[in-house]
């Protein structure tokens, strides 16, 4: 069973770089603390860098991991489990809304099958190449997968990590697609946070009432089933997640382990942070959450991690939308530090 001695160590973040780009940021040509938060992302960014100023954040990537859930027949969901072999589709097209909200911001967008319940032999064969199982099991009546399954993903999302990091990612987006997603979520929330499924349970892709309350039927049945089995992490990946979480949870923190920044995204990526931090305290070190999910499960996992979202949009799309509309901001708090004068510079004759 994979435990925090089985990920390699953490780097910590340059703590003389970020000091020294706060005094920096102080001696720039505008009042101490004027520009906010873009100060707060400024210093830490160098922290990531170790370096005055950072560098700029040029190669971009999100990596959209797809796949199905049982509980998608358990109408949890406004939309079909079929939807998300076709969106799988959209995204090899280009055509998806993280497609073109990323192409807005020169970021790179790879969607993989982890668990799509299809055959996607038509698309090219690296979309499926990760590829753990058909689908997950339906949490409320079985374990979404064995722990070697899980073993499996976790290692497929440090690879992937790899993968983007050793090609030039210079920041990492996990997006994610997969009907049924959101209740997933909100169970891996409320089984290691302790919190009932009425709290973490919101509407998902816009379930109406009747919907919401299925869902949290399915999430309160997932936990009463797994009740004892909540303290280890990929025990918890295995009973309640789903091949495309663990790989999500495996690209956080080798993310981390290679001292690369992360954007977090909506809810399912950071329930994922959320079950990552379980497994390795100290990678929370390395990422940001993006934007803010409609979600009530993704702001008690906020709070647990101790992350603010950079943006608030109403956003609940997924697939890494919300945090691509974030990396502006962080642009510009790296041309902050790099771009502007200092106030000894000032011409006051």
């Not at 001695?5 to 770089?17: L, R």
């Not at 939309?79 to 020169?106: I, W």
């Not at 199982?133 to 440090?158: E, K, N, Y």
Request: proline share 5%; glycine share 10%; aromatic share 2%.
């Amino acid at each position: 069973m994979t435990t925090i001695d089985d990920i390699p160590p953490i780097p910590t973040p340059d703590e003389t770089a970020r000091n020294e780009a706060r005094t920096r940021l102080d001696g720039l040509v505008k009042p101490v603390g004027s520009l906010g938060r873009l100060e707060d992302l400024a210093a830490w960014l160098s922290a990531a860098h170790g370096t005055v100023p950072p560098r700029e954040l040029s190669d971009v990537r999100v990596v959209v991991f797809a796949g199905d859930h049982g509980v998608a027949t358990s109408a949890v969901s406004a939309y079909p489990r079929e939807v998300t072999a076709a969106m799988m589709r959209a995204f090899h097209a280009g055509r998806s809304g993280v497609n073109v909200l990323a192409a807005r911001v020169g970021a790179r967008v790879r969607a993989l099958d982890i668990a799509v319940d299809a055959d996607l032999s038509d698309l090219p064969a690296a979309v499926s190449a990760h590829k753990i199982r058909r689908g997950s099991g339906s949490i409320d009546t079985t374990d979404a997968l064995t722990q070697q399954q899980v073993a499996q993903a976790l290692s497929v999302g440090r690879a992937v990590a790899d993968q983007e990091i050793d090609s030039g990612a210079d920041l990492l987006i996990p997006g994610d697609m997969g009907i049924g997603n959101t209740t997933v979520a909100s169970a891996l929330v409320a089984a290691t946070l302790g919190v009932g499924a009425e709290e973490v349970v919101g509407t998902g892709t816009g379930v109406d009432d009747s919907g919401r309350t299925r869902k949290i039927h399915t999430v309160d049945a997932a936990l009463r089933r797994t009740e004892g089995r909540h303290n280890d992490p990929v025990t918890v990946l295995a009973a309640l997640g789903g091949a495309c979480a663990a790989a999500t949870t495996g690209f956080l923190l080798q993310a981390a382990v290679r001292s690369v920044p992360v954007l977090l995204d909506g809810m399912y990526s950071t329930a994922a942070a959320l079950v990552a931090r379980e497994l390795a305290p100290d990678a929370v070190t390395w990422w940001l959450a993006g934007s803010r999910s409609t979600e009530p499960s993704q702001a008690y996992a906020l709070k647990a991690l101790g992350l603010s979202p950079l943006l608030d949009l109403g956003m609940r799309l997924g697939e890494g939308s919300g945090a691509v509309q974030a990396v502006p901001v962080l642009r510009n708090a790296q041309a902050v530090l790099t771009d502007m004068g200092l106030l000894t510079e000032l011409d006051l004759g």
